[in-house]
């Protein structure tokens, strides 16, 4: 049955809210249209198409205590996929997709989208000519790999780096 959030009976309710939310702001159109801008659509049937690669990506963000694999169920109950005798993909080829499609589609989608939600009128939004923002303290964790190193660094403290 649709909820007319873009998801399907199954799995809790703030699980089918919260992937409403991503399919309403991030619309399958532009998802999409930047997967195609950067050649990233599939060439064959997969089990793990560009599209469900880039709402997963999103979904780990909004279930950050969830495994690849439990994340993955969690979105295909919601998109009302992977009913009797489906298997999740296992974590090697989930990992695998998303080196497939790449950060670029990501930040393209992302930069988007994100705009400020306060206007002028918006009371305590502002300081003088200055729009008050917030940071939430969200942490990532990373491969440990030079890469990663050079492109984001290392925690410092007293005794060196972490």
């Not at 064959?44 to 950050?64: D, E, G, K, N, S």
């Amino acid at each position: 049955m649709d909820l007319g959030l873009g998801v399907r009976e199954g799995g809790g309710l703030a699980d089918r809210a919260a992937v409403g939310v991503l399919t309403r702001t991030f619309p399958v159109e532009l998802v999409d249209r930047v997967i195609d801008q950067y050649w990233r659509r599939e060439q064959r049937t997969r089990a793990l198409p560009a599209r469900l690669v880039f709402y997963f990506t999103l979904a780990l963000c909004l279930f950050p205590n969830e495994s690849y694999r439990s994340t993955m169920k969690i979105l295909m109950s919601a998109f009302g996929r992977g009913g009797q005798g489906y298997r999740v993909p296992t974590t090697g080829s989930i990992g695998d997709a998303r080196r497939r499609l790449g950060s670029e589609p990501m930040e393209t989608a992302v930069r988007a989208v994100i705009r400020p939600r306060a206007c002028r009128e918006t009371i305590g939004a502002w300081y003088g000519d200055w729009l008050l923002t917030a940071v939430d303290g969200t942490t990532f964790t990373v491969p440990d790999t030079e890469e990663n190193d050079r492109e984001f660094g290392r925690p410092g403290s007293g005794r060196g780096e972490g």
